[in-house]
């Protein structure tokens, strides 16, 4: 159960319309629609029922709504008292570049929006090197995509990305492939093996027993996908690869690869809660709500939530 769904739940009762409280609350109707009817799931019962002029709570819904306004103003007078406590210190966020490029911006938005006393360290760099630095405490939390080197780290799925293969807009194909097997004699350019995607990439293609044509190494991002855009190579990335690219439209084509086993897994990794300090502990809060807010919102696209549970 989230807090969300309660705020959704009780403004569409209150409204008597889950269109009504959709422009309300700023989000989609699918989006409301969503997450009451996964609450509903969850409760096993029905909380609304549809008439002709929209909607209104069932018996099961006004017994909780009462509940369900109560657990908001808590959480809401929660939020006031970490405010009004002006957490403050510097807190160090690793991310790679392609993750950075779709949740870097945001992040430090509702950092800024919610916490401005926190003052925000983003690093930027291959995944490996995230671990090495979370494990040497020079940063308190990061995105990666593996956590073999953890020693006592906390790791959350945080969510899977799925695959895509890319190639430059001038590509005369009237199909893209969008198998690994399809692609057997495509050139590639790929990042080197040390990168977490290309460790992804290299156990897909081999439980295939196939064998990438792999034409060039490049760990920058940038001029990878130049060399994909001026027709040289054709790669595979996840869609955030392409989020900063504005004109990526114009340049690139892409499509989804369709192979199981070709999805890189993301991890919130992050010192034990017992190590960090409590604005790092807000930021990690505030991560998991931005990413969450951004697959909801379809800004981040070709991605599936994970499970949060801590290991």
């Not at 020079?138 to 780290?153: K, N």
């Not at 057997?184 to 044509?213: K, M, W």
């Not at 490049?218 to 027709?231: E, F, I, N, R």
């Not at 070709?302 to 949060?308: E, I, P």
Request: with cysteine.
């Amino acid at each position: 159960m989230e807090l969300r769904q309660l705020r959704y739940l009780v403004r569409t009762i209150e409204l008597g319309s889950i269109s009504q409280a959709a422009l309300d609350l700023g989000v989609a109707q699918s989006a409301v629609s969503l997450q009451i009817q996964r609450l509903e799931g969850e409760l096993s019962t029905r909380l609304l029922q549809r008439t002709p002029s929209g909607v209104i709570a069932t018996d099961a819904g006004i017994a909780f709504l009462a509940h369900a306004r109560l657990a908001q103003r808590h959480a809401d007078e929660a939020m006031a008292a970490a405010r009004l406590s002006r957490l403050s210190g510097v807190v160090g966020v690793g991310l790679a570049a392609t993750t950075s490029g779709v949740l870097g911006l945001p992040l430090l938005q509702a950092m800024q929006l919610r916490f401005p006393g926190i003052r925000m360290r983003l690093v930027e760099g291959m995944s490996g090197h995230l671990g090495q630095m979370l494990n040497a405490r020079e940063i308190d939390l990061a995105v990666l995509f593996g956590a073999p080197q953890a020693r006592r780290w906390t790791a959350q799925h945080l969510l899977d990305e799925r695959l895509f293969f890319v190639c430059g807009a001038q590509s005369g194909a009237d199909r893209l492939p969008s198998t690994l097997a399809d692609m057997a004699d495509t050139p590639l350019v790929l990042p080197t093996s040390r990168h977490g995607l290309r460790q992804v990439i290299d156990a897909a293609c081999s439980s295939l027993e196939r064998q990438p044509n792999i034409v060039a190494e490049v760990d920058s991002l940038a001029v990878l996908l130049d060399m994909v855009a001026a027709g040289m190579a054709a790669t595979l990335q996840p869609w955030s690869a392409l989020a900063r690219k504005s004109e990526a439209v114009s340049r690139l084509r892409w499509v989804e690869i369709a192979d199981a086993g070709s999805a890189r897994r993301n991890l919130l990794c992050s010192l034990p809660d017992d190590e960090l300090a409590p604005a790092a502990l807000a930021t990690r809060a505030v991560l998991r709500e931005v990413v969450a807010q951004l697959i909801e919102d379809g800004r981040w696209k070709g991605v599936t939530r994970g499970h949060l549970e801590s290991r």
